[in-house]
């Protein structure tokens, strides 16, 4: 079975530019969640989605958005770029939302976004 | 909302040695409490888990141990080896009708295995 798959790997943006990453989930997988990852704040949390709704939403401002399909694709976007916005874009799948028994989040190996 | 707090953010033992990993979390709601692993350039990976509706839970060298009055969790490892050497997370949710809560994480504890 695929893992959860996060394109591209890689992206180098300028400072006011946007920038859409792509997430597949798990076949069969209907949750969808991002997480930022930065070395001193670790991982988190940006929204969930599930079934082409958002769940929940973390404290990000409006520049950051996302949507999900619905064959459970999801995509993020940042607007506007900053240079704090630099990070491991995270993304993780699970068969139901977090939390529900024997349905724990499974990482894609993430986008490395660098803003210059 | 939800905030983890977790501690210490780096560890070092000795190979053979213990870890203990402590997390505490702020709303009394959340029920669901996983531990992540990462090696470094790699995704986090799930090691083990718990609900709120046990105290304790062990895998192996691993168990995590729950305490809702206090709310605070904890991740321990028996006969620590190398390969044990990763960034460990420590997360809480809540389950509220029919909306999952979403995965709030600790900042990670960094834990060296020294041969």
């Known amino acids: 079975k695929a893992g959860v798959t996060q394109t591209p790997r890689y992206l180098i943006k300028t400072r006011g530019q946007q920038v859409t990453l792509s997430c597949s989930p798990i076949s069969g997988h209907r949750s969808v969640s991002w997480y930022q990852q930065t070395p001193g704040q670790g991982l988190q949390f940006l929204f969930e989605y599930f079934s082409e709704t958002q769940r929940n939403k973390g404290n990000f401002p409006g520049r950051f958005s996302g949507r999900q399909f619905s064959n459970s694709r999801s995509e993020m976007n940042v607007s506007t770029l900053e240079l704090g916005d630099s990070a491991l874009y995270l993304c993780?799948?699970?068969?139901?939302?977090?939390?529900?028994?024997?349905?724990?989040?499974?990482f894609g190996n993430g986008t490395r976004l660098t803003v210059t | 909302g939800e905030n983890v707090e977790q501690h210490p953010s780096t560890l070092s033992v000795q190979e053979g040695d213990s870890a203990v990993i402590k997390c505490t979390y702020s709303d009394s709601a959340s029920n669901y409490f996983p531990w992540y692993k990462q090696e470094l350039g790699k995704r986090p990976q799930l090691i083990i888990d718990i609900r709120s509706n046990v105290g304790e839970k062990k895998d192996q060298r691993i168990a995590v141990t729950l305490n809702k009055t206090a709310k605070h969790f904890s991740l321990h490892i028996t006969e620590t080896q190398p390969e044990d050497s990763a960034v460990y997370f420590c997360a809480a949710s809540m389950d509220y009708g029919g909306s999952q809560g979403n995965l709030i994480f600790g900042k990670g504890t960094k834990l060296s295995v020294k041969p």
């Open positions: 993780a799948s699970s068969l139901v939302p977090p939390s529900s028994y024997n349905s724990p989040l499974h």
